[in-house]
């Protein structure tokens, strides 16, 4: 184990270092310093495992030290010098990751013991899997491990590092607070919790506490013992305006987990309540009334017929509208995220016949998923937002002119299967209507009568094979929908001007 020893008093200092040389393997002695600005400096340098300091040194304090290590990430158990009068000073130092305060002057048997604490701490969280370092930092990782892993926490192994880290109580009652950030995690996790920690730690109030993140569920959490902190919301949103913020009360640290879950599960309501105006428990959850909610099928029609018209700006106004539906009414979050779902199938179908299959399985997942997820109302509305943007784009880029649908579902079906052969009378037939209706609305809206318009899109895919493959002429003809390699060829020559073997030879190596 290496050790820094950090101590204004060259006797005290010397005197510390001597009595760990004759202790041995496995401890070390790697620097010295007598004030904490040189401690500061030497610590970063030679990263050690365990440091020892005084409180009260010129220029740089202990507590000062520690705490601009902490902030640089530096990860080493403490032990810090104290005499009986600064003991209530040293206290501030628990949330800096306090191995043990050793009161001088300083017994041979007292460091002893403490050494071997510390190096018992360093094994028991190595064979854990949690990183050496601060005890609070420690604790930080064993908490997150154990959400992360969906199983309460061991208290035999929780016990000792939450009451050295956090002065813990495991048994006692805490309060839990969740604040789920979102997609905002990456960005503001470590503000957040710094701050949260800065305030807390300002605060006047005797509470125990610890901050961590778990970066799966895009949260933080804050558990504080005895009771949960109720002055954090403001200073929260004014980082992460649509954090979502749940609070339960736990029996002790056993049911960590339990409570997590269930938080979790209480924080859709934001979908009802709105984030921004409510701090969630199971009290508020068990006061709300809510409301049966009958699916708009207005609003439904609404939004189809805009996406068969192509008219984006009808488009992202009913979408809105169905927004102001859903959190106009008292539902309940899941009934809510099912009609979108039914939505959003609706729109799909409408998709499906506009645009075609390939479209609708490029973006089923796309949509759907986000909004099966959404945890808040920001998140949700955010997700229907999307749908109908990437509508829109849809109808911008595509390049079939604003049929009507009767005709954009011809074209569709004629893009699908012009190589089976399709012919007008089958089209017609799909979609309900004689063959006549079809080729008068055909030939008004496309400007071209349905034959010259298939064998235009054959013959535009016979130049592209011919140019890039080397099938043979009959195999392309079979491709294209003409079993009959010679009608391909007078279907070719009569739109293009030369027979197949002309135009490959005069194309012959362009693309």
């Known amino acids: 184990m290496r050790i820094v020893v950090i101590e204004d008093e060259d006797n005290t200092r010397y005197g510390i270092m001597n009595l760990i040389n004759k202790l041995g393997a496995p401890y070390e002695v790697v620097g010295d310093a007598d004030n904490g600005e040189q401690g500061l400096v030497l610590i970063e340098q030679l990263r050690p495992d365990l440091v020892i300091t005084d409180i009260k ?3 740089v304090s202990g507590i000062e030290m520690l705490e601009a290590l902490k902030r640089k990430g530096h990860r080493h158990q403490t032990v810090i010098l104290t005499g009986f009068s600064q003991y209530e000073y040293a ?3 628990l949330g800096l990751g306090v191995l043990e305060f050793l009161e001088k002057p300083i017994t041979a048997m007292d460091l002893k013991e403490t050494l071997e604490k510390a ?10 899997g949690i990183p050496h370092g601060h005890a609070a930092e420690r604790l930080e990782h064993y908490l997150q491990q ?3 892993q969906q199983q309460a926490p061991d ?6 590092l939450a009451e050295q880290a956090a002065g813990f109580k495991v048994d006692e009652p805490f309060g839990i607070c969740t604040i789920y950030v979102g997609d905002a995690y990456d960005r503001t996790a470590a503000r957040l919790k710094s701050g949260i920690e800065q305030k807390l730690n300002a605060a006047t109030h005797s509470d125990k506490h610890c901050v961590f993140a778990v970066a799966q569920d895009r949260s933080l959490i804050i558990l504080s013992q005895p009771s949960a902190p109720d002055t954090l919301a403001a200073f929260i949103r004014s980082i992460v305006p649509n954090a979502a913020i749940t609070v339960s009360r736990i029996r002790g640290l056993h049911e960590l987990y339990e409570a997590f879950a269930s938080q979790q599960s209480i924080r859709k309501w934001t979908i009802t309540m709105n984030e921004n105006a409510v701090i969630l428990s199971d009290s508020v959850i068990g006061n709300f009334a809510a409301e049966a909610l009958s699916f708009p099928h207005n609003l439904d029609h609404k939004i189809r017929a805009a996406i068969q018209e192509r008219k984006a700006d009808d488009i992202h106004r009913s979408v809105q509208e169905w927004l102001l539906f859903c959190y106009a009414g008292h ?10 779902i039914r939505l959003l199938s609706s729109i799909l179908r409408v998709i499906g016949e506009t645009y075609g299959d390939e479209t609708v399985f490029h973006y089923q997942k796309e949509w759907l998923q986000p909004v099966l997820t959404a945890q808040t109302r920001s998140e949700l509305k955010a997700s229907i937002e999307r749908v109908a943007t990437d509508i829109s784009a849809l109808g911008q880029a595509s390049d079939t002119p604003a049929y009507s649908l009767i005709v954009q579902k011809a074209v569709r079906i004629i893009h699908e299967r012009y190589r089976e052969g399709v012919t007008l009378d089958e089209i017609a037939t799909m979609l309900h209507i004689t063959p006549e209706y079809l080729s008068t609305l055909f030939a008004k809206e496309v400007k071209s009568n349905f034959s010259a318009y298939i064998k235009n899109i054959r013959v535009s895919q016979a130049k592209h094979l011919m140019l890039t493959t080397d099938r043979k002429m009959f195999e392309i003809a079979k491709s294209v929908g003409y079993p009959d390699p010679k009608y391909f060829s007078r279907v070719f020559k009569e739109m293009t001007g030369l027979s197949p073997a002309e135009y490959q030879k005069i194309h012959n190596g362009d693309s």
């Open 146 to 148: 154990s959400l992360s």
């Open 119 to 128: 190096t018992e701490e360093q094994k028991l969280q190595q064979m854990a």
């Open 155 to 160: 208290l035999s192994l929780l016990a000792p």
């Open 57 to 59: 040194m010129p220029q």
């Open 91 to 93: 206290k501030k130092a």
């Open 331 to 340: 539902y309940h979050p899941q009934h809510i995220i099912d009609s979108c």
